[in-house]
């Protein structure tokens, strides 16, 4: 069955911002769809409003709209674009809920628009818990029992038939959001109000609880002629009850005997046929109950989902890129084995080594968060190890999380592992409630000498991964009482998965002495293939891992070579924009003839897909790992500058042992960020700073701040995302900052700065070929300093900076560039104040807004810079002048605070947003309204807005909310700021504050009253009243803000839409419209070759 | 000192049905899956009453067990049987060799012994060309194995090695069994009154198992229906006329995709055996009578036949999958088809 030729283009649907739940894993997705398509001569137009993607690069579809992913967005793309064909299963949860919203809406019919891969019928019996259960027991298969309620005195009868632990769920939500474990009456109907509530139909599922069950998960494909494959067995090491996204997860299942084994592969395939999954791939959730073998099927999602991409990277066949081409007719055995390329892709792969996924968890970001996991996803990312045993899987495993920790080794404190005490009760105790650092907690509760058999009752975890864990306890053991280490003791250590940095530690030494020491033993890791097939046929793939046995299979190749660093696992600060530029700078470098070799742990991210570089080494990136990969490959150079703080910290220690740094040097990156050489270079290049000091202790710090007056802006240094980042007001609160911050980063002093109130600030990304520079664009941050630039949304170009402060801070940005021998990317960021432009940060590296500013301009930056480092002038390319947008892209940030109950959504100077949207427009009202819905803001088009405003706001608030007035939008407000508008001729309705009585602003916000939310602090520390109105309107799903500078700026929006619709239009069309492309004289090949 | 041809299996599980299984009779067997014995073993699970592979070859033997249905540790189960095993061994490393060079003679012997005594029993052990060992593994006593059920056939077995499973999916058909030794005369299991024959499995070089041309041609004069596994695949091509020949390395695992011909469809099939029967396109060189019925998609190796116009089918792979999956389970129930229709061309 050849390709359908009666489809020409199909619509494709990304998956919006990075949530949790919804990451990067559906940029690799996505990404491997359109190439998968594109190569069959499909027009491929694709929609997702998340520019940090890869798949958004213009050159990778034909049609590219950066435009919100709703329902009615989508449509409009349909109506100019009319493709002939829709996938829906490539975005996630986004894109499968639209698709079906626009077959029900008759959307796709009146256009003509076929839905392929999987039909509106088989979504529905999938996503729909009731049907799916129905087709089920159709099949004679079981799933959990309970039922389906639309109320608290429904769900109260199910539940009196199962009895608690009871599991309710929302129907059609991410990632199981407004959903919970009830162990009695009372948390029952707190579970299910949040669900219903959560729920986009007012429906939650009660299930039978399978707490402690064993979890598994199948990965299957389906072609159009009913050829079935299980490509991956996934067995979660932590049982059922906590989300799979939430599990440390193993490939393949281990503790299944064959019959068992089978019986999950039958039922899978029953499923997959049943449910009419026709063409692609699917995922399906089993619980097994471990004391009867008892099997029940929890649930399927008709589409690729964060697992699919960790089973083709655990197993190395692509199933994004398999299921797009069966979804336009191919069979699986008309496709080839990627990695074999000689034997068909209607196989099932085997794996000859053990994959283990752990999550990677923000809650330091959040301390008020509840760290309890449990069927709501909580984590923010993942990494992924390779190993030939579980242990040594399990060991690269923590070592590849980069949470400071060097492997699996417990803190200095109980605290720190989540304890208060370690006695066996106390650890027990612990044991039972899964959290981030249960694994620690098994650690120690093994060193205490509990057996197996209690750590394994108490956490529900298998004795055989217990037993497994014990082994390497042991190890430790026996090697921190030997007296001199041997050859032979140093191998089975390294064989265990040992770090030389762990070995280090337990026998006192510094990681260098280990390392000499082994490579004097002539101890030296092995590569080996990811390949399929357990090494049955040749691989032509080299997709590798290390190992410690007697066979290398990675042989260097006499080609000049670069090794890209990727950005680890993906965590608040450092996403899928640096995978964007890791990603760009391996292309970049593959056209300018070098051999690529990538190096990453994220098995989400489009970069450890094993076509993207000519060589992927699956690997910790930590000093041990790469500096192995460096002595085999022998590159010119590393390129560290795209991958976020990840490779930039490895440069250090890296460039100190002499391994060769491409482009902008290790000495520059470090005067750029060392507070006193960067100070001297300022005052050099006459730039103005914030005054500022460092500080050791709470004393010094009180000094300097004296000297430099409050408010003032305090973080430790060498931090990701402003972590531990606060603005302080008075010495009391310095002290007590203080206490936590040096906790927090020992080995650095902590940053005081003047901290500039009311300041614009601005980000200004360039690329340097270390002669000349280029300015990708000045980015004004649309909420004032103060909060984090990556939590602000921005704009380009700048909407209220004046030209002379933007070409002031073009000129700095030069300057800065061209004194530290920039070679590659720089970001600076600026504050004007009073009419002085400061210099806050300079970044030598690719910052956070290069995939959108490349976006926005048309201009690849990441690549262009990747070439620079290996020597290409920027005039080659033609650049002779900076880049132009056409029109005005606007950035936003979307936020956690959904998915983590307690945690206040107020912004500051430590960032908490997990992704990003843009929009893009002709006027900034329109492209602020687009990235507004874009990050899933409901925009009221009339109504009630409730404002509630800090004293010193209420003057800068007027004129924003007579705007509103005028635009005929109901003003209510809380009593002070009623009265202050009522004076100046707003009407206003005064409306309770919580503690005033009821129905106060909370009660209204709960019963829909209120469309719109403008709430200042209340001076610096939320109090308790603001905060209950934040989280009801973050509840209730009304937009919010807490700045008047993005009330001024929806309020431009809402006049915006109330006026005219903004136009989809396609990035291609959009900047070769405006001539970007032709007045840059890109040479040919330059943006393509993807 | 075990001695025998060291082969690999892909298997991910199934670690005691691989053991147990009589086709692996004289070889080691190195397990690509690295870690093994992880759920232990559970007696339901032997495919015979005992072991009968030579050796195995692991990379890491779990030191613990976990399942609920395990009666025991691998360890000990290997112990008690006498299997010879080996771990921390670069299986990769091996399974590669294996992949170019072939598979080979080997053995898994102490240190004490000495490399080159090892050496030297290795090569004096007779190559897996040309040996017959069906012999070895087969039942010395027929035996009856009763239907599940009402009895809806008489069928006799042949046990040149067979798989407790395959008894196991024609008993739970309604078949109504007789295991017949393998040197069993055609006359005698002719005459017993019975509806259809199943050639087992087992181990060993076809082309050494002697008496296959009468066997075949008897049983094929009554045209009585006829179904073969495995070995008895390649012995029922050998009786109409075909040739088997040893591939490098065999096919040993739970993933091999097979198309059968007549519906384009794929299965994912469990295989495990070191000879093939030679066919060119859908015609097998020798065999006129014989149709391609099934290919193995990977290397395009012939994987079942039929006859033009008797009720015989024949497959390599093994569809009673023990350990592997059921895809293939639909053969059973063409063999009782075939005996519905009764004797007689098709």
């Known amino acids: 069955m050849p390709k359908r030729t009666d489809i020409k283009s199909v619509l494709l649907l990304g998956s919006g911002p990075i949530v949790i739940g919804q990451a990067c894993e559906f940029d690799y997705s996505g990404t491997q769809a359109v190439r998968a398509l594109r190569e069959e001569g499909y027009r491929v137009i694709l929609v997702n409003s998340n520019p940090a993607t890869i798949m958004t690069d213009p050159d990778l579809a034909d049609a590219t709209y950066i435009e919100p992913l709703t329902r009615e967005w989508v449509e409009r793309v349909i109506e100019r674009e009319k493709p002939d064909a829709l996938l829906p299963t490539m975005g996630g949860q986004t894109a499968l809920n639209i698709s079906l919203e626009l077959s029900d809406a008759g959307v796709l019919d009146q256009y003509g628009v076929k839905l392929i891969g999987a039909d509106a019928r088989a979504i529905r019996m999938a996503e729909d818990r009731e049907q799916f259960a129905t087709a089920m027991q159709r099949i004679g298969l079981s799933v959990p029992h309970g039922g389906f309620v639309g109320s608290l005195e429904e769900a109260l009868q199910v539940v009196e038939k199962i009895g608690f632990p009871a599991i309710v769920r929302p129907s059609f939500t991410l990632g199981g959001t407004g959903g919970g474990i009830a162990y009695n009456r009372d948390e029952f109907d707190q579970v299910v109000r949040a669900g219903l509530a959560a729920s986009p139909v007012g429906e939650v599922l009660v299930d039978r609880s399978v707490i402690g069950w064993k979890e598994f998960e199948l990965e299957v494909m389906r072609d159009h002629a009913d050829n079935v494959v299980i490509v991956c067995s996934i067995e979660n090491f932590d049982a059922m009850g906590v989300h799979t996204g939430d599990s440390i997860t193993v490939a393949p299942a281990l503790t299944l005997s064959d019959l068992e084994y089978q019986r999950l592969r039958d039922a899978a395939i029953a499923c997959i046929r049943e449910i009419g999954v026709d063409a692609g791939g699917c995922n399906i959730q089993f619980a097994v109950n471990p004391d009867d073998g008892e099997m029940l099927i929890i649930e399927m999602n008709p589409r690729v989902s964060r697992s699919s991409a960790l089973a083709s990277k655990a197993t190395g066949f692509p199933i994004a890129r398999i299921g797009a081409k069966l979804a336009v007719g191919y069979r699986l055995d008309e496709l080839p084995n990627a990695i074999t390329q000689m034997t068909p892709a209607s196989f099932e792969p085997v794996l000859d080594y053990i994959v283990v996924k752990i999550p990677r968890f923000a809650f330091e970001k959040f301390p008020t968060a509840d760290a309890t996991l449990g069927v709501q996803m909580k984590a923010v990312g993942e990494i992924m190890a390779i190993g030939r045993t579980f242990k040594e899987a399990w060991m690269k495993g923590f070592r590849s999380l980069e949470n400071g920790r060097c492997g699996w080794e417990c803190s200095d404190t109980l605290a720190d592992d989540g304890l208060t005490g370690d006695d066996p009760a106390s650890l027990l105790a612990a044991l039972r409630r899964p959290t981030a650092e249960r694994p620690f907690q098994i650690k120690r509760a093994l060193q205490a000498g509990l057996d197996v058999e209690a750590i394994s009752e108490a956490s529900h975890i298998d004795p055989w991964f217990i037993a497994q864990l014990e082994e390497i306890v042991e190890a430790e053991d026996r090697y921190a009482a030997v007296e001199a280490v041997t050859r032979d003791e140093l191998l089975e250590m390294k064989r265990f998965g040992f770090g030389d940095a762990q070995l280090a530690r337990i026998r006192g030494a510094s990681e260098a002495q280990v390392r000499e020491e082994r490579w004097n033993l002539g101890i030296r890791p092995s590569y080996k293939m990811v390949d399929t097939c357990a090494g049955e046929f040749p691989a032509a793939t080299p997709y590798l891992y290390s190992t410690y046995e007697d066979e290398n299979e990675s042989i260097r190749s006499d080609r000049r070579k670069v090794v890209v660093l990727g950005s680890g696992p993906n965590r608040i600060g450092q996403g899928v924009e640096f995978d964007y530029c890791c990603v760009s700078a391996a292309m970049a470098l593959a056209e300018e003839g070098y051999e690529t070799i990538m190096v990453n742990s994220n098995p989400e991210t489009v970069s450890t897909d094993f076509d993207v570089s000519d060589k992927l080494y699956f690997e910790p990136l930590t000093l041990e790992n790469v500096l192995e990969i460096v002595h085999l490959e022998q590159p010119e150079g590393l390129v560290v500058q795209t991958g976020g703080q990840t490779p930039l910290l490895l440069a250090k220690k890296l460039d100190a042992i002499g391994v060769p740094i491409l482009g902008t040097s290790v000495d520059a990156i470090d005067r750029a960020e060392d507070r006193e050489r960067f100070e001297a270079l300022a005052r050099e290049l006459k730039i103005e700073q914030p005054a500022n000091g460092l500080a050791m202790s709470a004393a010094e710090a009180i000094k300097v701040a004296e000297r430099i007056g409050y408010p003032v802006l305090v973080r430790p240094s060498y931090v990701l995302g402003g972590r531990a980042m606060e603005i302080v007001y008075d010495d009391e609160s310095l002290k007590s900052y203080f206490e936590r911050a040096i906790r927090a980063s020992p080995e650095h002093p902590v940053l005081i700065d003047r901290f500039l109130e009311d300041a614009f600030e601005a980000d200004v990304d360039a690329v340097s070929d270390g002669e000349r520079v280029l300015i990708g664009g000045v980015m004004q941050h649309i909420e004032d300093a103060g909060i984090h630039s990556g939590d602000s949304a921005c704009v380009v170009p700048p909407y209220l900076l004046r030209d002379d402060h933007v070409e002031e801070m073009k000129a700095h940005t030069r300057a800065l560039a061209t004194a530290l021998h920039v070679v590659g990317l720089i970001n600076v960021q600026f504050a004007v104040k009073d009419d002085v432009v400061y210099v806050l940060e300079v970044n030598p590296r690719a910052s956070r807004t290069v995939p959108f500013l490349s976006k926005a301009t048309g201009i690849p930056l990441a690549r262009i810079a990747a070439r620079c480092m290996v020597g290409r002038k920027l005039e080659e390319f033609g650049l002779s002048s900076d880049p132009l947008v056409s029109g005005v892209a606007v950035k936003e940030s979307v936020f956690p605070f959904d998915k983590l109950p307690g945690v206040d959504p107020l912004l500051g100077p430590e960032m908490r947003s997990t992704g990003e949207v843009m929009g893009i427009a002709d006027s900034f009202g329109h492209a602020f309204a687009k990235a507004q819905v874009a990050a899933g803001n409901k925009l009221p088009l009339s109504g009630r807005i409730a404002v509630t405003v800090h004293d010193e706001d209420k003057p800068n608030a007027i004129p924003i909310v007579r705007r509103f007035h005028e635009q005929g939008y109901e003003i209510w407000a809380t009593a002070g700021t009623a009265r202050y508008l009522q004076a100046r001729g707003i009407p206003a309705k005064p409306v309770l504050k919580v503690h005033e009585g009821r129905p106060n602003l909370v009660d209204h916000l709960i019963s829909g009253d209120i469309d719109m939310l403008i709430n200042t602090p209340l001076g610096k520390h939320a109090q308790h009243d603001d905060y209950a109105i934040r989280r009801a309107a973050i509840e209730r799903g009304v937009l919010y803000t807490t700045t008047l500078s993005a009330a001024s700026a929806l309020c431009d929006a809402l006049i915006g839409l109330r006026f005219r619709k903004p136009e989809v239009l396609s990035l291609q069309q959009r900047v070769i419209g405006a001539g970007a492309f032709a007045t840059t004289d890109l040479e040919p090949g330059m943006i393509t070759g993807v | ?346």
């Open chain 2, 1 to 346: 000192m075990a001695l025998g041809e060291v082969v690999f299996t892909t298997s991910l599980a199934g670690y005691q049905e691989i053991l147990t299984d009589p086709s692996y009779a004289g070889q080691i067997v190195t397990m690509t899956a690295p870690l093994i014995g992880n759920y232990g073993v559970a007696a339901d699970d032997d495919q015979a009453a005992r072991p009968w592979a030579a050796g195995l070859v692991v990379r890491e033997l779990s030191g613990r067990y976990s399942n609920w249905r395990a009666d025991g540790s691998l360890q000990d189960y290997l112990a008690r049987h006498g299997i010879a095993s080996i771990e921390a061994v670069d299986t990769r490393r091996l399974t590669r060799h294996i992949r170019s060079e072939g598979a080979m003679r080997a053995g898994i012997g102490s240190e004490e012994l000495g490399e080159a005594e090892i050496l030297r029993r290795v090569q004096e052990h007779p190559p897996m060309a040309g040996l017959d060992l069906t012999g070895v593994v087969t039942t010395d006593e027929a035996y009856p194995v009763a239907a599940h059920g009402a009895e809806r056939f008489r069928v006799a077995v042949y046990d040149f090695g067979v798989k407790r499973r395959s008894l196991e999916l024609l008993a739970g058909r309604g078949c109504e069994l007789t295991v017949y030794p393998a040197t069993t005369p055609a006359s005698e299991v002719l005459d017993s009154g019975i509806d259809g024959i199943f050639l087992s499995n087992g181990p060993g070089d076809p082309g050494a198992v002697p008496g296959v041309a009468e066997l075949i041609d008897s049983l094929a004069a009554r045209e009585i229906p006829l179904f073969g596994i495995c070995l008895g695949h390649q012995l029922i091509c050998r009786g109409f006329g075909a040739e088997t020949f040893k591939l490098l390395y065999g096919h040993r695992g739970g993933n091999h995709p097979v198309q059968r011909l007549e519906t384009q469809g794929v299965e994912i099939t469990s295989q495990n055996h070191g000879f093939a029967v030679r066919c060119d396109g859908d015609l097998v060189p020798g065999a006129p009578d014989l149709l391609v019925s099934h290919i193995n998609l990977n290397d395009r190796t012939l994987e079942g036949v039929r006859h033009r116009s008797l009720p015989i089918v024949a497959v390599q792979y093994h569809p009673e999958s023990a350990p592997g999956p059921h895809d293939s389970r639909y053969l059973f129930d063409e063999f009782l088809r075939m005996m519905e229709n009764g004797p007689g061309p098709t």
